[in-house]
């Protein structure tokens, strides 16, 4: 079996087959057309470059096309980039299919479901657990199949509900070092905070925004949704404003994207795991990819800065 694509290095050769990500179209300076793919496998992905594209080419290299690749590991930028020498579609009998390219969580779907049901059935606020409830109900297959995200932290197969857990864990420990927190808000709040990303998002392969995600983006449209929600069950009342106030908040500031700063204590504390918890796993990724005594590569999401993997383990 070939190794994932992350792991070949400059000057190896290429053969096999790749899910495409996403396809620009470009001029080279000569006046020729190319394409810039981003392909990708369960190990990662790369940029790829595909010279003197023909319009059948461009007809032909789309997103979510599984693709056999001939070429090159070459460096463009101080990152690795493929070379395409040739290049054709999967086919049938290639014995390939979509989810052999696919990152996934590496924690199961059902497990990512009981670890959630488990913090539904310890909140006793009966109104959020309610409105909280019939969302994971009304959208449990989107919620164990989605990203959270285009790109950057957990940019994979079943990342929403990974993160959700994440946070989840992060929470409980917290309202146990500090029980005045509104351990039912928060747990509510952490739940459905990233909800609105299954539209704004177009779906759990190689994901894009939608329409709606581009215009509207999945806090005012959740922030609205809870609304509807709680219309719907005739639930009034406090709980209701205070929840949408976390979902309003939790980027935590306006220039990050949120319409209103944290004005609770449990929405400061959600938008603090929010943030720990993408970086975190931001940080994971990209260390695995480097052995010990070497630095990662710039991380935009991360102030363009460079990790170092120390070369000392802890004790086992």
Known sequence: MNPGISQYAVGDSFDGFLLIKSATKGTASNGKPFLTLIVKDQSGEIEAKLW?????????YLPD????????????RNKPQLKIFNARLAQPTDGVKLDDFLEKAPVSREDL?????????????????????????????????????????????????????????????????????NKDLLYAGVI???????????????PSYTLEGQLLGHIPMM???????????????EEVTMLQHMILSHHGKGEWGSPKPPLIREAEILHQIDNIDAKMNMLNRALEKVQP????????????????????????
């Open 52 to 60: 003197d594209a023909t319009k059948e080419d461009e007809a032909t």
């Open 65 to 76: 096309q599984i693709v056999k690749f001939h070429g090159e590991i070459t460096q463009f």
């Open 113 to 181: 479901m009981e670890s959630i049901t488990e913090r539904i059935f310890e909140m006793s606020n009966p109104n959020l657990q309610r409105i909280t409830r019939h969302f994971v109900s009304n959208y449990q297959e989107g919620l164990l199949t989605y990203p959270a995200a285009v790109k950057n932290h957990h940019e994979y197969v079943s990342g929403l509900a990974h993160h959700v857990v994440s946070m989840l864990n992060l929470a409980k420990s917290l309202v146990d070092l500090y029980p005045d927190l």
């Open 192 to 206: 459905l905070h990233d909800l609105g990303k299954l539209r704004e998002l177009s779906g759990p392969a190689t």
């Open 223 to 237: 922030m609205d949704e809870i609304g509807a929600v709680a219309k719907e069950l005739g639930i009034e009342g």
């Open 293 to 316: 005594g070497e630095f990662t590569d710039r991380m935009f999401a991360m102030d363009n800065r460079r990790f170092y993997k120390p070369l000392f383990t802890e004790p086992s």
